[in-house]
């Protein structure tokens, strides 16, 4: 079982099995599969928060999604 590691501020963890590039849903679900592996993981990402919703996103809840067009 890996060590746990301690969060310093201002220093980056250099004991790391896998760095993940990006925070994005992509690279949060990988951090996650693999720190169910027992990973030792480090996110990097310095951008702006990217979890805002998307007026084009088409896969909505049948709940809520308007009625298909008939032809």
Known sequence: ???ACRSVPGRVP????????G???AGLSAALVLGRCLRRVLVLDGGPPRNTPSPAVQASS?????RPLSS
Do not use: C, E, Y
């Not at 250099?14 to 590039?21: I, L, N």
């Not at 049948?62 to 308007?66: G, K, L, R, W």
């Open 62 to 66: 049948p709940a809520t999604a308007p």
């Open 14 to 21: 250099t004991d790391v099995d896998v760095a993940v590039v």
């Open 23 to 25: 925070a994005g849903s």
């Open 1 to 3: 079982m890996p060590s």
